[in-house]
Structures are given as structure tokens and as C-alpha cells.
């Protein structure tokens, strides 16, 4: 193994970037502008350039890099590739050739953002020490990334983890975002539970926390929910039933060790993961019922950990 | 890798057993009784005993065999471990350990009978060429196996691939053997199927070829459907629905290439195979909607091809 590793985390805004040894430290981190023109042609690029420059600071050989691992906010399949990248404005980029040939052959990994993430919380955040994870980034929407025998779950389509996509409710008449209705994600992320709380508080006669303020979010209900207003605690209750009962059937398939929940929901900490754990228990099948929950602990680090894992493998 | 290595499936009242050449071809297949008495102690000496008779006939050496890959029916570790097997009487049973020690150290991994046997199918049967593969067992009950980058989801638990135990009706009244109510299985296993055709029967006005059986299998009803039995349509295509929706969901944490449908209700054939995969394009996330169906080809033999893979890898 050489001595550093580079993790690069792809954002629509910034993209982050961290010089790791190869044990797990971070050397140092930055960030770069993420240029979307011209079809994010100059993203690769821009990043090369960065790399380059922090190794000439630091006086850093290309044979002391073991390699170059980039987390990309689309579908990307398990070689690295990437068909389409809507937050990019990519089509058909081959990530890992490209990279490598502007970085003078040191290797590249790719993977899709919220599986790098889970796989950076896996070595060293809210999963540590486990090697079978289900990340959830409870966000805008509700990503989410497995890891099986310590590697990503990429899947045939890239579509591995698109936990935010399972159907959970057949009678849903508003459209989620890619189109179908009844999506986890109508429920579980951030819009989703504003969502919840606003069609509550519409039928609601008892006075609530809620009612006083002017933006319905998931966060003012985590809050209300901690001053034990009963409304929020409905609110939370609903929503923890929703995603326990979607973790109990994820479970069933891949059985994992842990269930690492982030995202900006999961600021909420403790009370949200013991209202979604008490509901995961409820639904369990018996022999994953004492799965453990934790919060992931990496923040917007996850993905350059867990990009530089991938190539540290 | 050496010339040779066993494949054992362990049932409730046979063995099977096949001497296969690396490569994948089957020398020879036999089955001996599962003795299950005392705790089923006298299991794996029985299957030790039969190889080493088997191997002295052939003449072959221990040194020509790579290993020995066990399917156990019941929940299995990643090490081979089972803490509990009710239908062999097995507890905390070191499968490896036992039989390698029994085997003069030839090595030994066990798995669970339907993980197993979908790595069988992807190996020598319906997902031949795959890497990434989701086997749908149709029997008594609905058993599962995952398959990630060519190997097994045993699970954290040994519940890796118990996509039988998926709830997929929470307003069910009636249990499930697994004591919890609405499972994939009340509704898409042999059992589940007669049991939907019974209720539709009993509500039922028309006229219908399945009112003159006697027993109401799901076998009579896939008879029916073939000869376009009109209350046996809407029976498949209820269980299709259910199924194909349940298939959407886990096509959105695990993302295969394939789905093999096994079992005794596969027997069906293609019509079944078409009903569930309409309404699984029906249901799916965008990115999963072309991924393939295939019935397995091996039949009874998928837990001895796959028991040999594991050791063969």
C-alpha cells in the first residue's frame, strides 16, 4: 500500500477534496467550485488541476498515491461509469479513464455519492467496525447506500441503495419526483415530513408548537417534538413508523449489521433514530430484529472517506 | 485449483450430493437419508462417510479435492455457523469446523439452502453470467437468495435473502409461520396461492374450471389461467401484482441484473414469468425497469451446483 490516498466528492455547488494516508488520516481538505458549463466538461479537469497543485505543495510523487476515489451525485454503475449525470450535465463519461489519463495513470474508482458516503461511514464514522451497512441520508430527498462483505452495492443499474425509491404506500395520489407515487421519500425526507406535518396540522383543532411558526420544516417538528408537543409527536411518529417499517423489509434483503441514518434530518439525533428504531423493532422479522441504528458521524466528510476508501481497498 | 469438489444440499429427509470437475461438469449424484434423530448428530458423519466411499470408488485422493460446499435449510452465517436449524435439530453447530474436521481437513463452507442454490443458478443455471442476481423460490413457503458481485448476502443475522418475510400487506389479518402478518409469502408461495384462489372463489359468481376440483392448488390455477379460466386470471394476476410490486422494491436496494423465479410453482412456466414481470415494469424505479426475469434451470440440482461454487471460487 502507498503512503496517500485521494478522496473527491462531487457536488452540484463545490466539490470536496481530502488527502488521506493511507491508514485513515486526514492530511488535509478543500474545497474547489464545481463548473457545471459546457456540460460539466471542465469538472475533471478543474479537479486534476487541484490535485496536481496539492502535490507540488506538499511535495507528493505520483508513486506515493495509491489512488484517486470520486463520488458522483447520479447513477454510476459498478465500473465506474456514468450513462447520465442530470447535476452535471454529464452523458456517457467513462470517470475513471478520464481521470486517470489527466492524472498520468495513477488508478480511479467511481460510485454514486450516497454509496461512497455509506462506505466512508462504514471505515471510519457511524458504522465503524461493521462490514454489511445500510447508510440512509435522510436529506432534500432520501438517498442511501448498502455495503455487503465491506464493498458497495453499485447494482446492474446503478440503481443499488435507491432506498428514498422503495414504494411504501400503494395509495398515494401526489407524484415523487421520478414520476411513480407512494415513494419512501414522499415521507421520509425533509420535504416529506414538512409534508406530513402540514396535512396534519390542516386537520388539527389542539393548540401546537407548530402553529406559530411560519415555515412548516422538518426540523421545527423535531423540535416541537422534543418539547413533547403532541402534534409534532404525531407527526414524528407517523414518519418513524413509515421508514421503520421500509428498514424491516430492507433488512429482509440484506440483513445488515448496522443501520447508519444521515442526512440534515438526522441533526434531530437520538429522539429520531429511537422513534424509527422502536417502529423497525415492531416490524422486524424475527431474526434481524437487534439490528443496531447509529448516527452517521462524518457529516459532508462521509464522501471523501469513503472515496478514498475505494481505492484503498 | 484442484480437479475436484463435492456439493451437499441437506433437506428435511434427503441429502444430495455431486462429485463435480472444477470447471463445473457433474461426475457423479446421489442422495442418502438425513438421519435426524439425537439432534440430528448423525448428519454430517452420514455425509462424510458417503464421500469418502464415493471418493475410494473413484480414486481419488483428498489432495484432488478443492472443498466441500454445504446448503443447510435454515438461517446461516457468513462463517458457515448455525445457531438454530429446526428442521435438522441442530443448535450452535459449526458446520465448517465439523465437517472439515470429519473430512481430514479438506476445506468446508456452508451457506444457507436458498443462497446457495441461487449461486448455483448463477453459476450453471437461469442466471448463468451474472454477477448481481436475485433468486425467487416459489415452494411450501417463498425463500430467497441474493447474490452481490458473485457471492452470497448471508446477512448479519443469516436473514440475507428472506425476501419471503417482506411485508407487503400491513391490513392482513390472518399470521404468517413467521408469527408477524402480511408477508410476501401469504400471498406468492404454493400455499399463499390457493389460498388467494380460495377467497376469490368463495366470492365468485361466474362460472370457472376451478370449481369442479376437488383440491385448489396454485398448480390449478396456473391450468386454468393457461386456458384462459377467467376468475383464475385475476387470481395470477393478483399474486403478480403482489409479487412483481415486491420485486420492484427490492430491485431498489439490491439492483440485479436478473431475477431466476424457482420453485414448485415456477413450474408454471413463462406465463407466470410474463404475469409477474408486467407488473414489475409496472412498479419499478426508472433505472430498473428493464432488468430480467428467468426461470431456473436447475431444477432440485441448483444446491449442489451452488454448495460446489462456494468452495470453487
Chains 1, 2 share one sequence.
Not at 474545497?31 to 457545471?36: A, L
Not at 506538499?58 to 451525485?73: D, H, L, Q, R, V
Request: glycine share 14%; charged share 20%.
Amino acid at each position: 500500500m502507498k503512503k496517500y490516498g485521494f478522496g473527491v466528492d462531487i457536488g452540484g455547488t463545490t466539490c470536496k477534496i481530502g488527502l488521506f494516508e493511507a491508514a485513515g488520516q486526514v492530511v488535509d481538505k478543500w474545497e474547489i467550485p464545481t463548473d457545471k458549463r459546457e456540460a460539466g466538461k471542465n469538472i475533471l479537469p478543474d479537479i486534476a488541476a487541484s490535485l496536481q497543485q496539492k502535490m507540488a505543495e506538499k511535495s507528493i510523487p505520483s508513486e506515493a498515491i495509491e489512488g484517486i476515489g470520486i463520488g458522483i451525485p447520479g447513477p454510476v454503475d459498478g465500473n465506474g461509469m456514468v450513462s447520465m449525470c442530470v447535476n452535471l450535465g454529464w452523458k456517457n463519461m467513462d470517470v475513471p479513464q478520464e481521470m486517470q489519463s489527466l492524472m498520468g495513470g495513477i488508478p480511479v474508482k467511481a460510485g454514486n455519492d450516497a454509496n461512497v458516503a455509506a462506505l466512508g461511514e462504514m471505515w471510519q464514522g457511524g458504522g465503524k467496525g461493521c462490514q454489511d451497512l445500510v447508510m440512509v441520508t435522510l436529506g432534500t430527498g432520501v438517498g442511501g447506500g448498502i455495503i455487503i462483505h465491506g464493498q458497495i452495492v453499485a447494482g446492474a443499474n446503478g440503481a443499488g441503495g435507491e432506498i428514498g425509491h422503495i414504494t411504501v404506500n400503494p395509495h398515494e395520489s401526489i407524484a415523487c419526483n421520478c414520476g411513480r407515487k407512494g415513494c419512501l421519500e414522499q415521507y421520509a425526507s425533509a420535504t416529506g415530513i414538512a409534508r406530513l406535518a402540514k396535512e396534519r396540522l390542516a386537520q388539527e383543532h389542539r393548540k401546537s408548537l407548530l402553529d406559530q411558526m411560519e415555515e412548516i420544516s422538518a426540523k421545527s417538528v423535531f423540535d416541537a417534538y422534543k418539547q413533547q408537543d403532541q402534534t409534532a409527536g404525531e407527526i414524528v411518529e407517523k414518519f418513524a413508523r413509515i421508514l421503520g417499517n421500509a428498514l424491516s423489509n430492507i433488512a429482509c434483503v440484506a440483513d445488515p449489521e448496522v443501520f447508519v441514518i444521515g442526512g440534515g434530518v438526522s441533526k434531530a439525533g437520538m429522539p429520531l433514530l429511537e422513534a424509527v428504531e422502536k417502529y423497525y423493532k415492531r416490524a422486524a422479522f424475527s431474526s434481524c430484529a437487534d439490528t443496531k441504528f447509529a448516527l452517521a458521524s462524518l457529516g459532508n466528510d462521509a464522501g471523501i472517506y469513503g472515496g478514498v476508501k475505494m481505492v484503498l481497498e
